[in-house]
Protein backbone atom coordinates (compact mmCIF):
# COMPACT_ATOMS: atom_id res chain seq x y z
CA UNK A 1 0.00 0.00 0.00
CA UNK A 2 0.89 3.80 -0.19
CA UNK A 3 3.16 4.77 2.37
CA UNK A 4 4.16 8.39 3.70
CA UNK A 5 7.85 8.74 4.97
CA UNK A 6 8.95 11.94 7.47
CA UNK A 7 12.11 12.28 8.57
CA UNK A 8 13.54 12.27 10.89
CA UNK A 9 11.41 10.84 13.68
CA UNK A 10 12.60 12.90 16.30
CA UNK A 11 14.55 15.78 16.66
CA UNK A 12 15.85 17.76 19.46
CA UNK A 13 17.51 21.22 19.15
CA UNK A 14 18.19 24.56 21.16
CA UNK A 15 16.31 27.10 21.19
CA UNK A 16 16.69 29.47 18.45
CA UNK A 17 17.58 26.97 15.55
CA UNK A 18 15.92 26.34 12.81
CA UNK A 19 14.96 22.36 12.15
CA UNK A 20 13.23 20.89 8.80
CA UNK A 21 10.96 18.22 8.57
CA UNK A 22 10.23 15.47 5.18
CA UNK A 23 7.59 14.21 4.01
CA UNK A 24 7.69 11.72 1.03
CA UNK A 25 5.23 9.80 -0.89
CA UNK A 26 6.69 6.71 -1.64
CA UNK A 27 5.11 5.51 -4.35
CA UNK A 28 2.22 8.05 -5.45
CA UNK A 29 2.26 11.20 -6.40
CA UNK A 30 1.20 13.64 -4.59
CA UNK A 31 -0.05 16.84 -5.44
CA UNK A 32 -1.16 17.82 -2.18
CA UNK A 33 0.19 17.81 1.17
CA UNK A 34 -0.86 18.54 4.58
CA UNK A 35 1.08 19.50 8.03
CA UNK A 36 -0.45 18.78 10.89
CA UNK A 37 0.52 19.34 15.13
CA UNK A 38 0.11 17.47 17.92
CA UNK A 39 0.33 18.85 21.49
CA UNK A 40 -0.44 16.14 24.02
CA UNK A 41 -3.75 14.74 24.86
CA UNK A 42 -5.29 16.81 21.95
CA UNK A 43 -6.62 16.60 18.26
CA UNK A 44 -4.16 16.98 15.16
CA UNK A 45 -4.14 20.69 14.58
CA UNK A 46 -4.22 21.26 9.89
CA UNK A 47 -1.62 23.50 9.95
CA UNK A 48 -1.38 24.19 6.27
CA UNK A 49 -2.02 22.82 2.71
CA UNK A 50 0.91 22.33 0.38
CA UNK A 51 0.37 22.25 -3.14
CA UNK A 52 3.06 21.48 -5.28
CA UNK A 53 4.84 24.26 -7.16
CA UNK A 54 2.65 26.90 -5.64
CA UNK A 55 2.60 28.37 -1.96
CA UNK A 56 0.98 26.74 1.21
CA UNK A 57 -2.03 27.63 2.59
CA UNK A 58 -2.11 28.18 6.13
CA UNK A 59 -4.71 27.69 8.82
CA UNK A 60 -5.56 30.93 10.69
CA UNK A 61 -3.55 31.14 13.59
CA UNK A 62 -0.64 29.84 12.43
CA UNK A 63 2.62 32.09 11.35
CA UNK A 64 3.69 31.53 7.92
CA UNK A 65 7.02 32.96 8.72
CA UNK A 66 7.77 30.38 11.17
CA UNK A 67 6.95 27.67 9.56
CA UNK A 68 8.33 27.80 6.39
CA UNK A 69 6.82 24.98 3.86
CA UNK A 70 7.83 24.51 0.67
CA UNK A 71 6.49 21.41 -1.75
CA UNK A 72 8.60 21.55 -4.86
CA UNK A 73 8.17 18.34 -5.86
CA UNK A 74 5.06 15.45 -6.78
CA UNK A 75 6.31 13.76 -3.59
CA UNK A 76 8.76 15.77 -1.24
CA UNK A 77 7.22 18.55 1.43
CA UNK A 78 9.01 20.25 3.88
CA UNK A 79 8.44 21.94 6.94
CA UNK A 80 11.14 24.33 8.21
CA UNK A 81 10.68 25.30 12.03
CA UNK A 82 12.30 28.70 11.79
CA UNK A 83 14.01 30.07 15.56
CA UNK A 84 12.20 26.98 17.26
CA UNK A 85 11.27 28.18 21.01
CA UNK A 86 9.84 25.40 23.45
CA UNK A 87 6.64 26.05 23.02
CA UNK A 88 7.08 24.59 18.84
CA UNK A 89 7.84 21.64 20.11
CA UNK A 90 5.05 18.77 19.74
CA UNK A 91 4.45 16.33 17.41
CA UNK A 92 4.17 16.86 13.58
CA UNK A 93 2.60 14.71 11.38
CA UNK A 94 2.05 15.23 7.63
CA UNK A 95 -0.57 13.58 5.36
CA UNK A 96 -0.37 13.28 1.46
CA UNK A 97 -3.53 13.41 -0.87
CA UNK A 98 -2.93 10.53 -3.71
CA UNK A 99 -3.47 12.31 -7.03
CA UNK A 100 -4.69 9.56 -8.76
CA UNK A 101 -7.32 9.68 -5.70
CA UNK A 102 -8.53 13.01 -4.63
CA UNK A 103 -10.37 10.92 -1.91
CA UNK A 104 -7.36 9.03 -0.22
CA UNK A 105 -4.99 10.66 2.13
CA UNK A 106 -1.67 8.42 3.44
CA UNK A 107 -0.40 9.41 6.45
CA UNK A 108 2.63 9.70 8.07
CA UNK A 109 4.51 8.60 11.44
CA UNK A 110 5.29 11.93 12.58
CA UNK A 111 7.98 14.27 13.91
CA UNK A 112 8.51 14.93 17.52
CA UNK A 113 10.34 17.68 17.52
CA UNK A 114 11.51 18.83 21.50
CA UNK A 115 13.34 22.16 21.47
CA UNK A 116 15.07 23.05 24.69
CA UNK B 1 6.76 -4.73 12.03
CA UNK B 2 3.33 -3.14 13.47
CA UNK B 3 1.06 -3.53 11.33
CA UNK B 4 -2.59 -1.95 11.38
CA UNK B 5 -5.45 -3.16 9.73
CA UNK B 6 -9.02 -1.49 9.82
CA UNK B 7 -12.13 -3.74 8.97
CA UNK B 8 -14.47 -3.20 6.75
CA UNK B 9 -12.98 -0.83 4.10
CA UNK B 10 -16.25 1.23 4.02
CA UNK B 11 -19.33 0.45 5.93
CA UNK B 12 -23.14 2.17 4.93
CA UNK B 13 -26.07 1.68 7.58
CA UNK B 14 -29.74 2.83 7.82
CA UNK B 15 -29.61 5.43 10.48
CA UNK B 16 -30.67 5.17 13.93
CA UNK B 17 -28.02 1.62 14.27
CA UNK B 18 -25.74 0.73 16.42
CA UNK B 19 -22.33 -0.09 14.65
CA UNK B 20 -18.72 -1.35 15.38
CA UNK B 21 -15.97 -0.23 13.62
CA UNK B 22 -13.17 -2.81 14.04
CA UNK B 23 -8.74 -2.22 14.41
CA UNK B 24 -5.93 -4.59 14.64
CA UNK B 25 -2.70 -4.50 15.08
CA UNK B 26 0.09 -7.24 15.15
CA UNK B 27 2.37 -5.47 17.86
CA UNK B 28 1.00 -5.47 21.23
CA UNK B 29 3.27 -3.20 22.55
CA UNK B 30 1.67 0.00 22.25
CA UNK B 31 1.63 3.92 24.05
CA UNK B 32 -1.75 3.93 23.17
CA UNK B 33 -4.22 4.00 20.60
CA UNK B 34 -6.09 7.02 19.08
CA UNK B 35 -9.18 6.91 16.90
CA UNK B 36 -9.82 10.23 14.71
CA UNK B 37 -12.57 10.56 12.10
CA UNK B 38 -11.56 12.45 9.12
CA UNK B 39 -14.18 14.74 6.95
CA UNK B 40 -13.71 15.18 3.60
CA UNK B 41 -11.62 18.05 2.42
CA UNK B 42 -10.97 18.57 6.42
CA UNK B 43 -8.30 17.75 9.04
CA UNK B 44 -8.54 14.74 11.66
CA UNK B 45 -10.39 14.92 14.74
CA UNK B 46 -9.41 12.88 17.87
CA UNK B 47 -12.47 11.47 18.89
CA UNK B 48 -11.23 8.92 21.69
CA UNK B 49 -7.45 8.04 23.51
CA UNK B 50 -6.63 5.29 25.16
CA UNK B 51 -3.41 4.49 26.85
CA UNK B 52 -1.80 1.11 26.71
CA UNK B 53 -3.03 0.31 30.31
CA UNK B 54 -6.93 1.01 29.97
CA UNK B 55 -9.48 -1.05 28.67
CA UNK B 56 -12.29 1.09 27.18
CA UNK B 57 -12.49 4.95 26.73
CA UNK B 58 -16.58 6.46 26.06
CA UNK B 59 -17.41 10.38 25.01
CA UNK B 60 -20.99 10.78 24.63
CA UNK B 61 -22.47 8.21 21.87
CA UNK B 62 -18.84 6.49 21.12
CA UNK B 63 -17.45 3.82 22.77
CA UNK B 64 -13.35 2.56 22.55
CA UNK B 65 -11.90 -0.57 23.41
CA UNK B 66 -8.75 -2.35 24.00
CA UNK B 67 -7.71 -5.38 23.83
CA UNK B 68 -3.80 -5.43 23.73
CA UNK B 69 -3.44 -8.89 24.62
CA UNK B 70 -5.27 -9.88 21.11
CA UNK B 71 -4.17 -6.84 19.12
CA UNK B 72 -7.56 -5.26 18.79
CA UNK B 73 -9.82 -2.43 19.68
CA UNK B 74 -13.48 -1.43 18.40
CA UNK B 75 -15.02 1.58 18.31
CA UNK B 76 -18.75 1.22 19.00
CA UNK B 77 -21.05 4.17 18.17
CA UNK B 78 -24.26 3.88 19.24
CA UNK B 79 -27.60 5.17 17.51
CA UNK B 80 -26.09 6.61 14.50
CA UNK B 81 -26.56 9.60 12.53
CA UNK B 82 -26.10 11.04 8.90
CA UNK B 83 -23.69 13.22 10.56
CA UNK B 84 -22.15 10.15 11.60
CA UNK B 85 -21.12 9.49 8.12
CA UNK B 86 -17.11 10.57 7.76
CA UNK B 87 -13.73 8.21 7.46
CA UNK B 88 -13.15 7.14 10.50
CA UNK B 89 -9.13 5.91 11.39
CA UNK B 90 -7.00 4.53 14.22
CA UNK B 91 -3.60 4.54 14.80
CA UNK B 92 -1.14 3.11 17.30
CA UNK B 93 1.29 4.99 19.08
CA UNK B 94 4.53 2.68 19.81
CA UNK B 95 7.26 3.46 22.90
CA UNK B 96 9.01 5.35 20.14
CA UNK B 97 6.45 7.56 19.47
CA UNK B 98 5.60 7.82 15.78
CA UNK B 99 2.19 6.80 14.68
CA UNK B 100 1.07 3.10 13.04
CA UNK B 101 -2.08 3.94 11.19
CA UNK B 102 -4.90 1.80 9.59
CA UNK B 103 -5.97 2.55 6.67
CA UNK B 104 -9.63 3.77 7.51
CA UNK B 105 -13.11 2.78 7.39
CA UNK B 106 -15.33 5.15 4.91
CA UNK B 107 -18.96 4.87 7.13
CA UNK B 108 -21.97 6.28 5.59
CA UNK B 109 -24.87 6.57 7.00
CA UNK B 110 -28.32 6.60 5.32
CA UNK B 111 -30.99 9.31 6.54
Known amino acids: GAVVSQHPSWVICKSGTSVKIECRSLDFQATTMFWYRQFPKQSLMLMATSNEGSKATYEQGVEKDKFLINHASLTLSTLTVTSAHPEDSSFYICSARDSASTDTQYFGPGTRLTVL | KQEVTQIPAALSVPEGENLVLNCSFT??????LQWFRQDPGKGLTSLLL???SQREQTSGRLNASLDKSSGRSTLYIAASQPGDSATYLC??????????WGAGTKLIIKP
Open chain 2, 27 to 32: DSAIYN
Open chain 2, 91 to 100: AVRHSNYQLI
Open chain 2, 50 to 52: IQS
